[in-house]
Structures are given as structure tokens and as C-alpha cells.
């Protein structure tokens, strides 16, 4: 059976890619899109036509490059830096696409042309920075900056873009040149390996049983999900599926504790089967060969190399600044673990509290201590009015923008929903897609990107998308979700603001296009507004009778809020230290066992707590593997940092109010990377950040105070 489907896949894509041999007039890329704000057309676009235009994109652009190159005029501003910015669209709108679809609605097709592309894109990108001709001009202009009389965003332009091209190696030998192009080939195609893997293991990993009992404590419409789940699969019983991280959301309401450590298992083990999806030796090579680069590039490790331009600038300040919250964040774990390990007592439960039991054992705590559990909240939390009423609100109260949804514009899959954006004064600002639900075609976790940017030079407007994997209700029932749900939602969407207020000239300085550790601070910033008094009150009704959830309902949750934060920070500091750990390997160092490696890693940063496993083991750990986080994942609490001492700004200054909404807008929302983000926020705070924010939100003050 397995042969004839895989033949039959091959022979499929066969087909498919001899038809796309030709890139002409008839593919959808060919121009740019004629729908409002350029969006893409998929309602034309086939499987067969990204290819051709990804290939011919490159052509084109590499095409562009050479002619400014070679041009034989003394290099300017405009002829230099203008003229790239001004590659590469054909490019850009098709990998824009793409690049969505393969995250969200990919297909063996389409993983297909995904491998066949990863080494030619790294291979496209190392042709433009490691051009030396280009350089000497950028070198150039560059050198001769002070006297040019730049405005601020065309001399950060130009700081910038020099910056990445020495930054990718622009100044080395052409034999070193050679061998960085090897190397970002390998590391493409490992990369691309990796994500293929952990789709598929992440989808093999579901549990599936038929004995109804199994699930005692889930809800009859999570059961009825369930079902429908294994339905769809082609399985008997019921289906749960997993989830990207190593808590799994179910695991909070399953009473069987056999059932739970299965599940827990699962997740644990997902990608270390021994299979064709283990990814332990995929890991191993990208570790290895990762640091092989940073010692071609003049580094000590990978980590010093990839943070050189970012807000920490060492893995130095990256770690201590982590290092000085785990006493805090562990002490807290262990005092929520206590607690915890009370309750199993109570009951004469006759075992340690493990991994798979927090979930369900904290619940009883917070109930216990808030009377409060899921069950009570999420009829109050449907999934549409937690958008419009919720997330929406609070951007029009604090931006004043507006939303209509549009029926008019294709999608790439049916349950894709597109609104249009309104600024305050009327005009029209962006498009944003909604995706929220999970799917196993769809990369595990949340995140926000472009199909189109912003840009003043191209005239072009935001149209941005955000994706999620919230559990799919059974047919006809409410997508009803819990309070981190609603925590997610308006977490992405606090990206896409970033992105829909981009006002920027230049494609490279726009949205969201800035340092990771500062990326992710608008995101975490826009979660406070959930719990925000007006803005809860405003979406927290029951789906039936749209009655808002009680004032002593809300009060509890309000009073939970730091509820489980030392778990929630102690898995978080786990994973980000992991992170660093692999990226800080030396060059000549073996090649590793992860799984030796990643239990040393834990013991050496203080975080090997069996109860409290990291948000990513290595071997599925998509951040740092296939996503861009690499050596990067300590932004996370970076920017916890940065949005914390933000919010208690607005605090200090009148909360919820148009004038400090716009303010933030003018100042840092809009402002993209053209100018240096640390400046860009100490200029709107008024002075530099600090962790007190951070150490009261989460709920860390009171462990912090006792070391």
C-alpha cells in the first residue's frame, strides 16, 4: 500500500513539475496581483505554478543585481541601494505566497518543491551578498555617508544593508566565499529535511484510541471533536491530535493517568522513534555544521555570530540576563509543584507529580484556591467574538481602526477568513487573514507574516495573515477556547499591528523586518489588553444568551493571572537555554547525541526539573531548527522585558486611551527598523527598560525577593 502511494505521489509530482517547466504570461505571478492591496489570487494559483515563478523570480532578480553591479557610472545612493530595493518583486510576491501555504495548507507536492528550492534559495541569497562588485558599491556609499546629506531612514538604509552583507560574509576570500556557499546549501537542505520530518512525526504522533472511557474528563464536545478527528483520518475510535509543544491542552481535563502519560509520550517522543521522522541526527549536523560557519565568518560559535546584530549583541548578555531569572522562575516551580504534590496526597494518589500530571492537578489548585476552572470560562470565550469584540476592540479604542470583513477576496483553504483595515480617518491601511484552527498540513504553533509589505518606494500596502492551531470544534458546535487561546490570539494579532502600521519607504526597513529580540515585543505587549477591564468586559459573554461573564467570574481571573507562572517561565527559560546551549558549541566540537547533550545542557543551566520539561525538546524544537530562531529564542523573554515595561507605561499614563495609542503607533509601531530599535524605544519610554515590569507581571517579585 505505502509503495503504491508513494509511486503514485512521485508520478504525480512528475507531472506537475514537467507542466510548470514553462513561466509565462498564463501563471498568476506573472504580474503582480490586480486584487485590492495586491493580494494573491488563490483562487488561480495552482500547486504547479509557485515553482516556475520562484525560478523565474530569481532569474529575474539576480538579473536586476548584476546590472547595477556592473553599472558603469560611480555608485550613488539612488543607482545602489534604491535600485536593490527595487529587486526582486516578481520573486517576493511568489515566495510571499508560498511561502504562506506551505506553513499553513502545504501537500506532498508542495513539501516537494519546498526540498527541491531550499539549497537554490540559499544559494540565490549568497549570489546577491557575496557579490563582490555589489559590495564595492555599497562599500562605497557606505564610506562616504556622513557627507551625503541622507535623511534618517535612507542612513539607516544604508548602515543596515552593510551591515548584512559583512554580516553574511561579504569581506571574506573568495575560497572562504566558496565554502560559506557550500556550507548555507547544506544547512538549507538539513533545515528543510528537519521541518519535513517534524510535520509528519507531529501528525503520526496523535493519540488514537476506541475506548471512550480513555478520555474521562474531556468535554462531550471535545470527545465529539475527537471522533470527528479519527473520522477524518480514516481511523477507528477517537483522534487527538498533537500540538507543537511539549504540554499537550488536553492533558488539563484528562482524569486517567494512563491516558495522560501516553499523550505525554507521545508529544516527548515524537521525533526519537528510530523512524524515518527521528530528527536526532538531522539536529546533530545543523548544530555541527552551524558552527562551522561562525568559525568561516570569524566567530567563536554560532550564537556569537547570529546576535552580533541584534538588541542583546553577545550571547554573553543574552545568557546572563536568562541566568539571573531561573532562580526566581524554579523557586516558583517548585512552590507551585508543592502544592500540587498536596493535592495528590489529598488523594491518596501514591505518586510524585510528573510532567503529565501538572496540568491536571494545577487545575484542581487554581480551582481550589480561585474557584475557577476551563470549563467555567471558555462558554464565554468564542472564538468570533473574542476576535471582533476583543482583539479588534482594543486596536479601535487604542488606534482607532476599523474592520469589515470581506467575502470577495479567495482564501487558500475555506476556513481562512480576510478583513479589511480602516485607519481612523477612513483610508484604507491593510488587509489581514485569519487562520486559526489546527490542521495536520499546518506547521505546529502560531505566527503572523506578510503576502504583501509595506513599502512607500513600491507603493505597496500590508496585507498580513495570521495562523494558529486552535482546536477544531465538532460540526455545528461553538469554537469555544480557553483564556491562553484568547492570550494567543492577541498575541499574534499585536504582530500584525506591527505590520499593518508599517510606515516605511524601503521594503527592508518595513513591519515587522527588525532584530528578533525586538520583534516579539509589540506581540507580548498587545496580551495585556486581554485582561484589560474594558476590553474583557467588552468580548467575555457567553456564546448563548450574550450575557458578560460575571463580575466575581472575571475578579477570579484577573486574581489568577500569575496562577502556574513559575511553571509557565522555568519550561520557557528551559528551551531558550537549550538553545543557547547548542549555539554556543565550538566549531571543532563532535558531533552530539542530543539527548546526552540536551540532559547536560539542563544540568549545567540549573533546569533539569522532571516536572517541568522545556516548552521544545531539541528534537522538535521548530524555532531554532527550521523557523529563524536560532540562538534566538531567548527574545521571548527579551521582549517579555520590553512589553511589560511598556505596558506599565500606558498604566502609569492612562491606560486604554487614543493618545497613548497613537503615540506608540507614531513612535515604535510604525517605525519598522528604520532607525536603531534601542534608541526607538528608550526615545518613546522615555528611558531605558527594566525588569521590574516583567519580574511583577509574572509573577516572580515575591520568589525573586527570597534568593
Not at 519546498?114 to 534559495?121: F, G, H, S, V, Y
Not at 496562577?563 to 563532535?590: S, V
Amino acid at each position: 500500500m505505502t509503495t503504491v502511494l508513494n509511486a503514485g505521489i512521485i508520478a504525480i509530482n512528475a507531472t506537475k513539475l514537467a507542466a510548470a517547466a514553462d513561466f509565462g504570461p498564463s501563471n498568476p505571478f506573472f504580474t503582480p496581483s490586480t486584487l485590492p492591496f495586491q493580494a494573491p489570487p488563490f483562487d488561480k494559483i495552482k500547486d504547479e505554478d509557485y515553482q516556475p515563478a520562484i525560478e523565474a523570480g530569481m532569474a529575474q532578480q539576480q538579473t536586476e543585481i548584476e546590472a547595477i553591479a556592473n553599472n558603469p557610472d560611480p555608485p550613488t545612493f539612488d543607482n545602489t541601494f534604491v535600485a536593490m530595493e527595487k529587486t526582486g518583486q516578481l520573486f517576493s510576491r511568489a515566495m510571499a505566497a508560498f511561502g504562506g501555504v506551505t506553513g499553513a495548507n502545504t501537500n506532498p507536492f508542495l513539501q516537494n518543491v519546498k526540498t527541491i528550492e531550499a539549497p537554490k534559495l540559499a544559494a540565490h541569497q549568497d549570489a546577491i551578498h557575496l557579490n563582490t562588485k555589489l559590495f564595492a558599491r555599497v562599500s562605497a556609499i557606505y564610506k562616504q555617508r556622513s557627507t551625503l546629506k541622507l535623511d534618517p531612514e535612507s542612513l539607516r538604509l544604508v548602515e543596515y544593508t552593510y551591515d548584512q552583507f559583512v554580516h553574511a560574509g561579504a569581506n571574506l576570500s573568495e575560497t572562504d566565499k566558496a565554502e560559506l556557499r557550500k556550507l548555507n546549501e547544506q544547512l538549507s537542505s538539513f533545515s528543510d529535511t528537519y521541518e519535513t520530518k517534524v510535520l509528519e512525526a507531529t501528525k503520526k504522533g496523535a493519540y488514537v484510541t476506541t475506548d471512550k472511557a480513555a478520555l474521562a474528563g474531556l468535554s462531550e464536545a471535545r470527545i465529539a471533536a475527537a471522533a470527528q478527528a479519527a473520522k477524518s483520518r480514516q481511523v477507528e475510535g477517537f483522534l487527538i491530535p498533537l500540538q507543537n509543544t511539549t504540554k499537550q491542552p488536553d492533558l488539563v481535563a484528562l482524569s486517567n493517568r494512563a491516558t495522560r502519560q501516553t499523550i505525554f509520550e507521545h508529544s516527548w517522543n515524537r521525533t526519537e522513534r528510530g523512524d524515518a521522522n527521528d530528527t536526532r541526527e538531522t539536529i546533530a549536523h545543523l548544530a555541527q555544521l552551524r558552527a562551522q560557519k561562525a568559525k568561516l565568518l570569524g566567530f567563536s560559535n554560532f550564537a556569537a555570530w547570529k546576535i552580533e546584530d541584534q538588541m542583546a549583541k553577545t550571547p554573553q548578555a543574552a545568557l546572563q540576563f536568562m541566568d539571573a531569572i531561573v532562580p526566581a522562575a524554579t523557586a516558583k516551580a517548585a512552590h507551585e509543584a508543592s502544592d500540587i504534590q498536596s493535592v495528590i496526597d489529598a488523594q491518596h494518589g501514591g505518586f510524585s507529580v510528573q510532567a503529565y500530571d501538572w496540568e491536571f492537578y494545577a487545575d484542581q489548585v487554581r480551582k481550589a484556591r480561585y474557584d475557577l476552572d476551563d470549563a467555567q470560562v471558555k462558554p464565554y470565550f468564542e472564538i468570533n467574538n473574542v476576535l471582533e469584540n476583543g482583539v479588534f476592540y482594543a486596536a479601535t479604542q487604542l488606534y482607532g481602526v476599523t474592520f469589515k470583513e470581506r467575502h470577495d477576496l479567495p482564501v487558500y483553504e475555506p476556513h481562512v477568513r480576510v478583513f479589511e483595515v480602516f485607519d481612523a480617518d477612513g483610508k484604507h491601511l491593510a488587509l489581514f487573514y485569519c487562520d486559526y484552527f489546527k490542521r495536520d498540513n499546518k506547521n505546529g504553533g502560531a505566527w503572523m507574516s506578510n503576502f504583501v509589505d509595506q513599502s512607500h518606494l513600491l507603493g505597496t500596502k500590508p496585507v498580513v495573515y495570521n495562523v494558529a492551531n486552535l482546536p477544531k470544534p465538532a460540526e455545528g458546535e461553538p469554537a469555544l477556547i480557553t483564556f491562553t487561546d484568547v492570550i494567543t490570539m492577541f498575541h499574534e494579532f499585536g504582530h500584525a499591528l506591527h505590520g499593518m502600521f508599517s510606515d516605511a519607504e524601503y521594503p527592508t526597513l518595513s513591519g515587522t523586518a527588525t532584530a528578533r529580540d525586538f520583534v516579539e515585543f509589540p506581540s507580548q505587549f498587545n496580551e495585556h489588553w486581554a485582561l484589560y477591564p474594558a476590553v474583557f468586559a467588552h468580548y467575555a459573554k457567553h456564546y448563548k444568551t450574550g450575557a458578560p461573564m460575571p463580575e466575581e467570574l472575571a475578579a477570579r481571573i484577573r486574581k489568577a493571572d500569575t496562577f502556574n507562572k513559575g511553571y509557565d517561565m522555568t519550561e520557557l527559560l528551559a528551551a531558550a537555554e537549550l538553545d543557547m546551549q547548542w549555539h554556543t558549541l565550538p566549531p571543532d566540537a563532535p558531533l552530539e547525541n542530543p539527548d546526552v547533550f540536551e540532559t547536560q545542557a539542563l544540568d549545567r543551566t540549573r533546569l533539569n526539573v522532571s516536572y517541568v520539561p522545556p516548552r521544545y525538546r531539541s528534537t522538535y524544537f521548530s524555532h531554532i531548527w527550521g523557523g529563524g530562531y536560532a540562538a534566538g529564542y531567548y527574545a521571548y523573554l527579551w521582549t517579555e522585558m520590553l512589553a511589560d515595561d511598556a505596558y506599565e507605561w500606558f498604566i502609569e499614563n492612562g491606560g486604554l486611551m487614543r493618545a497613548n495609542g497613537d503615540r506608540f503607533r507614531k513612535m515604535v509601531l510604525s517605525r519598522g527598523n528604520t532607525e536603531d530599535l534601542t534608541k526607538m524605544y528608550v526615545d518613546w519610554r522615555g528611558e531605558p527598560p527594566n525588569s521590574g515590569a516583567m519580574l511583577k507581571y509574572r509573577g516572580l517579585e515575591e520568589s525573586s525577593a527570597t534568593k
